[in-house]
């Protein structure tokens, strides 16, 4: 029953916009981290950004710093990924996770939830 539902995913043309969004249902975020990752066909999964408990922190890969933003909104209970100036190289499978945590830290280690999934394809 507790679940993370990535959506917003589709296909946009190089240097434009999308917003994921991560949605959790059957638990509450406010005491989970939470770390978008990426997968393209091929190639290992990599940790794009996170989000400490209250906001305070954030990480990006290097790859992504200055072009993504991670931001989460608890009273809605959603995290989200604003992803803009996008490349061909984006393109993957994007799946949000959560990480019970009691601090204002995140990272990308020993995830508690992960969702299915969202596919991003950057491509004229």
């Known amino acids: 029953q507790l679940q993370l539902v990535e959506s917003g995913g589709g296909l946009v043309q190089p240097g434009g916009s999308l917003r994921l969004s991560c949605a959790a249902s059957?638990?509450?975020?406010?005491?989970?981290?939470i770390a978008w990752f990426r997968q393209a066909p091929g190639k290992e999964r990599e940790g794009v950004s996170c989000i400490s408990r209250t906001g305070g922190n954030t990480n990006y890969a290097g790859s992504v710093k200055g072009r993504f933003t991670i931001s989460r909104d608890n009273a809605q209970n959603t995290v989200y990924l604003q992803m803009n100036s996008l490349k061909p190289e984006d393109s993957a499978v994007y799946y949000c996770?959560?990480?019970?945590?009691?601090?204002?830290?995140?990272?990308?280690?020993?995830?508690?939830?992960w969702g299915k999934g969202t596919l991003v394809t950057v491509s004229s």
């Open positions: 059957g638990f509450t975020l406010n005491g989970y981290a």
């Open positions: 996770a959560a990480d019970r945590r009691y601090g204002d830290g995140c990272g990308y280690g020993g995830m508690d939830y």
